[in-house]
């Protein structure tokens, strides 16, 4: 049996009374669109009900499903310890689940459980069923940095898996909106906020599932959401479906965005198979930028290729411009993957005899050595997007007044230790900015005293 029903919800705890205390009312359309949601579920008399929550256990590259019989949480963290919850989990479509990522080589299982207790994104769902429908299991799972058709794909594993055990469930997308919708919330103001809250509500009342991989990383982080990825995950699990979708309320007066929406199954439609869509327009976009692609790309790209599909370093290529053996630079190789980083490795300055062999070397080391990233696999290689940044001289300044973040790159050093960002990334808008993410990248404190250089690039795609 498909998923039944799947719901677009927040997870304000001030929504629970015993911790609002009175201040919930001015939520009180959000509650009463709470409310609507219990009841359908409710009426619909899920064996299972799949949440997905943002503040459950969380990795950079793996999908955790929480494991074991069950688990038990309260709101006592909220200054509300005797509303309490005792779940049980749903432990074969778990172990299905689990099942089948590992066999489909999907990062996604039960290991690494650092916390079993209930999660606030999951238990506020939870207040409002529970009021009205006890009597299912639960399956939660956390998201992960992972690019969001990644997530994607993980909603289908979900529907795959409930469909095999027949199982009668409905899927729960835990996740508030934008963070920065007024100047007197908790988190401020950005211009991206009300930008998010309204391209998403818009997208998520008509079911416009594809267009949830159109909103670029960068834009999602300045606007400081914390469902997107739940959403995408909801998606997935209704993926090929034909989809009946209302908008229940929206409301942001508390500086958070909370939207609430409906997404009820209607039976298949082969023209909502989202992700292989997406993944074909990719490639076919990615084959044409790399027709375009300049000589510095295009030795990286081969160096990449080659190691990958061979796992040894490929030799310097007899064609390669003069300009590339005849320099000598520093230079950084950056991967992308479907908008988002999958590896960058780069020298400060030449390491090797000429530019070509830099560049050769370091595309390699950005594939396999990046620590943040598993080594790149052979079927991931046609979505990749790959530029060079070849580096300038640096030269010392006196002081970050000297800096430009569109400009120069900029190198902190404070004794051994150093650290590097390169100019002109996404999300990165100041030089304060700038400088505190090079500060992190070599390990040096905020307080401590620096030297400070400056370089500039020539990038290439």
Known sequence: MPIIAAFMVPHPPMIVPDVGRESEKQIEKTIKAYEKVADEIAALKPETIIISSPHSVMYSDYFHISPGA??????????????????????????????????????????????????????????FIMKKYKDFK?????????????????????KDAAEELNRKAVYVASGD????????????????????????????????????????????????????????????ALDGKAVKAAQ???????????????????????????????????????EQKRQKSDAYVKLARDSAEYFVKNGKIMKLPEQVPDELLSTKAGAFVSVHKFGALRGCIGT?????????????????????EDPRFEPVKEDELKYLEINVDVLGEAEKIESEAELDVKKYGVIVQSGYKRGLLLPDLDGVDTVEQQVAIARRKGGIAPTKKVDLFRFEVVRHY
């Open 70 to 127: 069950g688990a038990t949480g309260s709101f006592a963290e909220f200054g509300a310890p005797q509303v309490k919850f005792d779940v049980q989990y749903d432990e074969e479509l778990v172990k299905l689940l689990a099942d089948k990522a590992k066999a489909a080589d999907f990062p996604a299982g039960t290991l690494g459980e650092r916390k079993k207790e209930l999660d606030h994104g999951t238990m506020v769902p939870l207040w």
């Open 177 to 236: 909106l934008s963070h920065k919708l007024q100047d007197y919330g908790p988190y401020g103001f950005a211009k991206e906020g009300p930008v998010y809250d309204a391209r998403i509500m818009e997208v998520c009342a008509g079911a416009r599932f594809g267009e949830l991989f159109d909103f670029d990383e960068s834009f999602c982080q300045k606007a400081a959401e914390c469902g997107h990825k739940s959403f995408v995950i909801m998606a997935g």
């Open 248 to 286: 229940y309320s929206h409301e942001d007066v508390t500086g958070v965005g909370y939207g609430i929406c409906s997404f009820i199954p209607k039976g298949d439609d082969e023209n909502r198979r989202f992700l292989a869509a997406r993944l074909k327009l990719t490639a076919e976009e990615l």
């Open 348 to 368: 400060i300055a030449a390491t090797k005899e000429n530019l070509a062999l830099e560049i050769i070397h370091n595309a390699v080391c950005a594939v396999s």
């Open 138 to 158: 639960l399956v939660r799972t956390g998201l992960s940095d992972c690019d969001l058709l990644k997530h994607y794909e993980y909603g289908t594993l979900i």
